[in-house]
């Protein structure tokens, strides 16, 4: 499985941008798919998830600005972001686990700044 993620930018203070992760290479079959941000000097943190059963998770400091989805038919999962803070400053990268089976994709940059 091969992901491809795209969409990020810069952006102003409480600007939004719509990142997205295009999945090839099998048939769109996950448990989680997952977006996840590390920000320069700091950790890897979940951002947001989604399971097969279309059941969503977030970090506290994106809840109510950030949100996930897929398009099964376009195989392919959404992060949605909204109200946009200098602290969402990150390289954003796309996740999908399947039964033991990790697979990342490259990140994509996102700057909010003015």
């Known amino acids: 499985v091969q992901l491809q993620a795209s969409g990020g930018g810069l952006v102003q203070p409480g600007g939004s941008l719509r990142l997205s992760c295009a999945a090839s290479?099998?048939?769109?079959?996950?448990?989680?798919m997952g977006w996840y941000r590390q920000a320069p000097g700091k950790q890897r943190e979940l951002v947001a998830s989604i399971n097969s059963g279309s059941s969503t998770n977030y970090a506290d400091s994106v809840k109510g600005r950030f949100t996930i989805s897929t398009d099964n038919a376009k195989s392919t999962v959404y992060l949605q972001l909204n109200s946009l803070k200098p602290e969402d400053t990150a390289v954003y990268y796309c996740?999908?686990?399947?039964?033991?089976?990790?697979?990342w994709g490259k990140g994509t940059l996102v700057t909010v700044s003015s």
């Open positions: 996740n999908m686990y399947y039964y033991g089976m990790n697979y």
């Open positions: 290479g099998s048939t769109f079959n996950f448990n989680y």
